[in-house]
């Protein structure tokens, strides 16, 4: 999977992770980490995603969803980009899908398999924050008004 960027701070990264349970990630700009960086899914993790790859019905997807003509009604500007590549066997796919096209029924099924890439993956320990500071953390002060 790879995700591009946008006009602000977007992260730009690729996962990768093989059947036998290699993750390698590759951050580029707006993460925490950028570089390569390795992890390791297991077996029944690596099983996760194979069956939401299945339920999505990844093979039968377009390539693209990003213009009119691919379905989409209406468009958010400045907005990243998600591919995503599933090797099975012989046969790989290559879906693009740009979050600021609205309209195609299997865009909230291209978001939910983004995420548990990035869920099993563990793609947050590298991400972090997108590069942005962390948030304050919540604040319970009492405030008090004077007269």
Known sequence: MHRSGCFGFCPIDE??????????????????????????????????????VKQVGFFKLQDRYRYEQDGCTTWATDNPTVDIIVTRGSKKKHVSYY???????VAKQIVALSKAIDKVTGTSAWIGNGGLP????????KRTQTR
């Open 15 to 52: 996962v990768e992770v093989t059947e036998q349970g290699a993750v390698t990630f590759s951050g580029h700009r707006f993460v925490e980490k950028t570089g390569k960086h390795h992890g390791k899914v297991t077996p029944s993790q690596f099983q996760q995603l194979a069956v939401r």
């Open 99 to 105: 979050y600021g096209c609205k309209g195609p029924s």
């Open 134 to 141: 962390a948030p304050p953390p919540n604040s319970s002060v």
